[in-house]
Structure formats: structure tokens, C-alpha cells
């Protein structure tokens, strides 16, 4: 019989698994280019299939695998609304989201290259899902598994 524990790490993991099928799915079939933050928030879902794999091999170190999942996803949910404020305008794009301002062009060669690369920005939404953009549907599953996560590792000695 599965407990809390196991079943919210199965959960996660295939939560994290479908996502990243459905990132490159938008990406590489529906040929929607994604932008750099974009990217990166595809970092902790990779993290999260590591974290859980690790656990079902070495569980006795369930608590810690716990705390890091926390940490991951407390950065996914920071990420993401830092890429929700750039998409929406309340922020300014930053470095991570540069679309090579010709600092490192020095021949028009690399000019041409520059231009043939379809780079998006961190403004642009480019995939929509019922009207919201695939950023926010991050913020709510990396705020959900956050809290969750951090209920279990609160729990975990009343359980145990």
C-alpha cells in the first residue's frame, strides 16, 4: 500500500515528466520556439526525476530528498513569476533573456548567423493553453508541489 509520501512522489515525478514531454512536444511538433527563461524552467523538472529516482534507491535519505525537492520548486515557483512579471511588462528583460545585442558580433557573417537564429523573447508568449501562457500554469504547479513537499517534511516525523 502506497502512503502519502509515495504516492506525492509519484505524483511529482510523473507531474514532472509530463511537462517536459509537453515542452518539447510545443516545442520540437508544434514548433513553438521557446524563450531562455523558458528553458530554464524546464531545469527543475529534470532535478525533480533525479531527486525521485535517487529516492526509490536510497529512501533511508527520504527527508533530505524532501527538503531538496522543496528547494527546487520554491526556485521553479521564483523563476516562473520572475518570468510571469517580464511576460505581463512589470519587469524589464534581463541578461537571461538577451537576444544577442551585437556585443559578440564582429563580422557579418556572424551578423547573417544572428539573424537565420529565431531567438524569442521573454515577453513573448508564444503557446497559449485556455488563454494563459505556459508560465503560469508553472507558477500554480510549482506553488502546489512547494507547499505539498514542505507539508510532508513538516509531517514526516508524526508519520514515520
Partial sequence: MLNNKSLFLNLILLVSFVALMSAFFIEYILGHQPCNLCILE???????????????KFYQFEKIF???????????TILSVYHFGIEQGFIEESLVCDLKNGSE???KEEILKQLQEQKVSCKDVTFK?????LTTYNIVISILITINALKIYLNYAKSK
Avoid: E, K, Q
Fill in 66 to 76: 524532501l527538503v531538496l525537492l522543496v528547494i527546487v520548486f520554491l526556485t521553479a
Fill in 105 to 107: 558580433v564582429t563580422s
Fill in 129 to 133: 493553453i485556455f488563454g494563459l501562457s
Fill in 42 to 56: 524546464r531545469i527543475p523538472y529534470v532535478i525533480a526525476i533525479v531527486i525521485i529516482l535517487l529516492n526509490y
